[in-house]
């Protein structure tokens, strides 16, 4: 069997996390057409010229992973569960089938958000149409054949209902248990994966705050409280995702992205650090790379990145997407010598420069999560992205 090796290029050394700021005609232009008052092709048309123009601004900032910011969705999430048969979407939701130990459940009905929707399994799960290569092949089109490598397309993470909804995630006449379910997600994913990379993509990101749930402590102590097993049900997910994942090609970029919730304005949902998971996330999840929420003490210190293994990157997300604020360059070139430090020191040893060669830098998040995005504008999220690059250049020479 082979030796793992660090993959780079991609991940570069500086990234950005998926969703960018839409522009107001596009937002108006999606808004006209979920009143049925524009027809899907003009809808495209805008999205077509928005995510032109979203290239353009990530290449002047030095961005080679680029996306097309998640404009042609709502929700970050969007894309996976909402093309899947056996899904079922429901509008206005039970609020009892929410699990209230999910800290974004437990935040939004504290903020009294109402006519939430969500989907539930009703039937068999079954993927009869694609979920994301209709938006990759639209983003080869927008770009040059030299950046067609490099180009990311973001994905729904595989248990991202089955968290929320808990008992209510499936009907036990359909799948007797998490086993039986996840198989048929994992065959789904599988098969996209595999499209996908025969579309030419070669580089995915899973977008996965749910993991990082389960480094705060009020979801524990809830869990533990409904006598739900959430050692038990990390690895669940963590064999989901292996699932997921065992059919990649070896040379397809497979990264994972964990925050604690980036909601409109930029409202998180949890805290901890990632000392809790450290050791199953970066040693059995098998991913090539980590892109870690970093910008606040909320996310607790680079600690946990002592048990990262010396043939996985790791991006870390230093620069905040919810405030306009530039930070210094010299604290985000210091902060990221640190992070290489406990990484040289830490369970498998390794060389100072072997450690920041496994790093790069990027937001802690994408600037819209939500369609309607957070409260930094079109120049201060330039600004963000060209600060990763100048960064990753004062560090590393390159982006």
């Known amino acids: 069997m082979s030796v793992p090796t660090l993959k780079l290029n991609p991940p570069f050394r500086a990234e950005q996390i998926g969703s960018l700021k839409r522009p107001q005609a596009l937002l108006e232009k999606r808004r006209e057409y979920d009143a049925g008052?524009?027809?899907?092709?003009?809808?495209?048309?805008?999205?077509?010229?928005?995510?032109?123009?979203?290239?353009?601004?990530?290449?002047?900032?030095?961005?080679?992973?680029?996306?097309?910011?998640?404009?042609?969705?709502?929700?970050?999430?969007?894309?996976?569960?909402?093309?899947?048969?056996?899904?079922?979407?429901?509008?206005?939701?039970?609020?009892?089938?929410?699990?209230?130990?999910?800290?974004?459940?437990?935040?939004?009905?504290?903020?009294?958000?109402?006519?939430?929707?969500?989907?539930?399994?009703?039937?068999?799960?079954?993927?009869?149409?694609?979920?994301?290569?209709?938006?990759?092949?639209?983003?080869?089109?927008?770009?040059?054949?030299e950046e067609h490598g490099n180009l990311k397309i973001t994905m729904a993470a595989p248990e991202w209902f089955h968290l929320r909804h808990g008992e209510f995630a499936y009907p036990k006449d359909v799948y007797k248990n998490d086993?039986?379910?996840?198989?048929?997600?994992?065959?789904?994913?599988?098969?996209?994966?595999?499209?996908?990379?025969?579309?030419?993509?070669?580089?995915?990101?899973?977008?996965?705050?749910?993991?990082?749930?389960?480094?705060?402590?009020?979801?524990?102590?809830?869990?533990?409280?409904?006598g739900v097993d959430h050692v038990a049900l990390l690895n669940t997910y963590i064999k989901a995702y292996n699932d997921c994942l065992k059919t990649r090609p070896a040379d397809m970029n497979v990264g994972l992205h964990l925050c604690r919730g980036?909601?409109?304005?930029?409202?998180?949902?949890s805290e901890g650090g990632y000392d809790r998971i450290a050791?199953?996330?970066?040693?059995?999840?098998?991913?090539?790379?980590?892109?870690?929420?970093?910008?606040?003490p909320r996310a607790g210190t680079f600690e946990p990145l002592k048990f990262l293994p010396p043939h996985k990157a790791v991006i870390l997300g230093l620069i905040s997407t919810k405030f306009p604020r530039l930070e210094d360059v010299d604290d985000l070139v210091q902060r990221v010598r640190n992070a290489a430090s406990v990484i040289a020191d830490g369970e498998n040893k390794r060389s100072f420069e072997d450690a920041l060669n496994q790093i790069g830098i990027s937001p802690q998040c994408g600037f819209a999560s939500h369609a309607e995005g957070n409260l930094v504008d079109d120049d201060a999220m330039r600004k963000k992205l060209t600060l990763v690059s100048r960064t990753a250049r004062a560090i590393w020479g390159e982006i």
Do not use: W
């Open 279 to 296: 050791i199953k996330l970066f040693q059995e999840i098998n991913v090539d790379c980590y892109y870690l929420e970093y910008d606040t």
């Open 37 to 145: 008052k524009c027809t899907r092709d003009e809808l495209r048309v805008v999205e077509d010229e928005s995510i032109r123009n979203i290239i353009q601004l990530q290449r002047e900032a030095g961005i080679k992973g680029i996306t097309d910011g998640e404009f042609r969705r709502h929700m970050f999430y969007d894309g996976v569960f909402d093309n899947l048969d056996g899904m079922k979407h429901v509008k206005p939701v039970p609020l009892e089938m929410f699990m209230d130990y999910v800290p974004d459940v437990a935040a939004f009905k504290e903020h009294d958000f109402k006519g939430a929707d969500t989907y539930i399994c009703a039937g068999k799960l079954k993927r009869t149409k694609q979920f994301y290569v209709p938006q990759f092949e639209a983003l080869k089109a927008l770009t040059t054949p």
């Open 262 to 269: 980036n909601f409109r304005s930029g409202l998180h949902f």
């Open 179 to 226: 086993d039986e379910y996840f198989a048929d997600v994992a065959l789904a994913y599988q098969a996209e994966i595999q499209d996908l990379y025969a579309a030419g993509c070669r580089n995915i990101q899973i977008d996965d705050p749910l993991l990082a749930y389960f480094c705060a402590e009020s979801m524990i102590q809830g869990m533990e409280e409904r």
